[in-house]
């Protein structure tokens, strides 16, 4: 099994910056694909970002080009997501998300693992 727990979450006002960390436990070299969704209240869970194994190729949402970067750390089973520019429309909870396969990829069914999610709220 995998465990993904994100952490880095919090409040931020319009303009300003959050950087969220997930580590992986459990059975990581099964992981190859990383990436991170959201969900906002009463909207689906939507793509934000997603990243390969060697973290070469990288693939966002139209929303949050520009201004979210993700990146890893392999050796030490990590995935963050730095996110700049905060929007109030970026308020949502944020789950990290693993795959068997690698390459990014936009799709929910392209993850295997799911963290319990971290809450970012942006305040105008």
């Known amino acids: 099994q995998v465990q993904l727990v994100e952490s880095g979450g919090g409040l931020a006002q319009a303009g300003g910056s959050l950087r969220l960390s997930c580590a992986a436990a459990?059975?990581?070299?099964?992981?190859?694909?990383l990436g991170w969704f959201r969900q906002a209240p009463g909207k689906a869970r939507e793509f934000v970002s997603g990243?390969?194994?060697?973290?070469?190729?990288?693939y966002y949402a139209d929303s949050v080009k520009g201004r979210f970067t993700i990146s890893r750390d392999n050796a030490q089973n990590m995935v963050y997501l730095q996110m700049n520019s905060l929007k109030p429309e970026d308020t949502a909870v944020y789950y990290c998300?693993?795959?068997?396969?690698?390459?990014?990829?936009?799709?929910?069914?392209?993850?295997?693992?799911w963290g319990q999610g971290t809450q970012v709220t942006v305040s105008s």
């Open positions: 990243i390969s194994w060697s973290g070469d190729s990288t």
């Open positions: 998300v693993g795959g068997p396969v690698d390459g990014p990829s936009q799709f929910r069914s392209s993850y295997n693992w």
């Open positions: 459990g059975r990581t070299l099964s992981i190859r694909r």
